[in-house]
């Protein structure tokens, strides 16, 4: 099965550029999506493809793909970014969507 | 107004089953994908499973092979999730979730049922 590997948290103080990697066998061929999660809430999308932003997300939030690592990246990082965010892809050899293990993001 | 709500949830004991539902409203529900995504008591996300828009292909997660059976009723707008021999693990809120296809974005989310099995 494919995996995709998260860091479990990543700190970040306000004002700053936070990265959030996401790591699979060459992810750098699939479509990536990221997911942000707030406490009681559903996931919610924040990225998807290259780096498209669905219709109310900040252009603060976008997304890179290469080789084995993508990344979510949030400049200028506020509180309300503090959440939970979760990669995902379409693993087209095993027919089965797959997320991350998700990274907690606090933000100082 | 783009919306989906689950139902179905609730206490359940080790070895029974559950039919969880999802309503669909706002779009046209038979030209999307749909899935379900589960998330266990602190833990993070899991895919489930995936159903086309005529229910021509269908794929659950390796782990969830024969306990579960996704189906939906386009007419209806609903979509629906049979758990069959219920584990402990198996505890979790279940979310729907719309696609364009396979590899889209999962844009629009319910707000999950909560299964509890004890």
């Known amino acids: 099965s494919y995996v995709l590997t998260q860091p479990p948290s990543v700190s970040v103080a306000p004002g700053q550029t936070a990265s959030i990697p996401c790591g699979g066998d060459d992810i750098g061929s699939k479509t990536v999506h990221w997911y942000q999660q707030k406490p009681g809430q559903a996931p919610v999308p924040v990225v998807s493809?290259?780096?498209d932003r669905p219709s109310g997300i900040p252009e603060r939030f976008s997304g890179s793909n290469s080789g084995h690592t993508a990344t979510l990246t949030i400049s200028r990082v506020e509180a309300g970014d503090e959440a939970d965010y979760y990669c995902q892809v379409w693993h087209i050899r095993g027919d089965q969507g797959v997320f991350g293990g998700g990274t907690k993001l606090t933000v100082l | 107004e783009v919306q989906l709500v689950e139902s179905g949830g609730g206490l359940v004991k080790p070895g029974g089953s559950l039919r969880l539902s999802c309503v669909a409203s706002?779009?046209?529900?038979?030209?999307?994908?749909m899935n379900w995504v589960r998330q266990g008591p602190g833990k993070g996300l899991e895919w489930v499973s995936s159903i086309s828009t005529s229910s021509s292909y269908i794929y659950y997660a390796d782990s969830m092979k024969g306990r579960f059976t996704i189906s939906r009723d386009n007419a209806r707008k609903s979509l629906f999730l049979q758990i069959n021999s219920l584990r402990a693990e198996d505890t979790a809120v279940y979310f729907c979730a719309r696609s364009s296809w396979n590899d889209a974005v999962f844009d629009i989310w319910g707000q999950g049922t909560m299964v509890t099995v004890s």
């Open positions: 706002g779009f046209k529900f038979s030209s999307y994908t």
């Open positions: 493809g290259e780096s």
